[in-house]
């Protein structure tokens, strides 16, 4: 257990639909980072916040947006939601911002009808 | 951009054999921090090993060891004496910086590694 939990484990919607993912960092870690896992893309990076504050983005869609509340909370939501969204989403936590290692939580099960 | 690449896609060995994970990445950075994880059956990614560019020290934790040579820009890992519960895929990774000061993880597309009583 890696002290980094997501809800839900799984979640079925349909197209055109709006999700909300959610994530709690370990206790300590002010970093927090998303991440796609798709059979095609493999573990690509979305986003990372840092103590409230984003601090890079990566491979992430307009239709995609998330934030990290005061108590470093974060949450991922996903808008008009295509077939193609369908993947695995990671959170992951870490200390600091740079340079340390980062502590995957157990994941999203997104499917899109 | 950084890049990973793993080029096995799939290793199937009978357990006790020992078995070598390829790992080989591109960075133009001279710091940077190189990472393995694990992704067993039920889905979870779970951090093995974290090493800088800096420490070309080779690691070894119980059966599993690692080989970092800069000169290859190579960080391959070893499973000595594989078990059936070593299945899974392997991810390598490779820090980048981004331009806020952080840093992302760049995965290769890894290794799915069936272990065969």
């Known amino acids: 257990d890696s002290g980094v939990t997501q809800t839900p484990k799984h979640l079925i919607t349909a197209t055109g639909q709006r999700v909300t993912l959610r994530c709690s960092p370990r206790s300590g870690d002010l970093s927090v980072y998303w991440y796609q896992q798709s059979l095609d893309q493999g573990l690509q990076f979305l986003i990372q916040?840092?103590?409230?504050?984003?601090?890079a983005k990566g491979n992430i869609l307009e239709r995609f947006s998330a934030q990290q509340f005061p108590d470093l909370h974060s949450e991922l939501n996903l808008s008009s939601l295509e077939l193609g969204d369908s993947a695995l989403y990671f959170c992951?936590?870490?200390?600091?911002?740079?340079?340390?290692?980062?502590?995957f939580g157990p994941g999203t099960r997104l499917t899109v009808t | 951009a950084q890049k990973v690449t793993q080029a096995q896609t799939e290793i199937s060995v009978v357990e006790k054999e020992d078995v070598t994970l390829d790992c080989v990445y591109e960075t133009r950075d001279t710091t940077y921090y190189l990472f393995w994880y694990k992704q067993p059956p039920s889905g979870e990614l779970v951090f093995l090993i974290r090493?800088?560019?800096?420490?070309?020290q080779n690691e070894i934790s119980g059966r599993y060891s690692w080989n970092f040579q800069k000169s290859t820009s190579s960080f391959n890992f070893t499973i000595t004496a594989s078990q059936v519960v070593d299945s899974a895929v392997y991810f390598c990774?490779?820090?980048?910086?981004?331009?806020?000061?952080?840093?992302?993880?760049?995965f290769g597309k890894g290794t799915k590694l069936t272990v065969n009583p």
């Open positions: 090493r800088n560019s800096f420490d070309e």
């Open positions: 992951a936590s870490s200390v600091g911002r740079v340079s340390y290692e980062q502590y």
């Open positions: 990774a490779l820090s980048e910086e981004t331009q806020g000061g952080s840093e992302k993880l760049v």
């Open positions: 916040y840092y103590n409230g504050e984003e601090r």
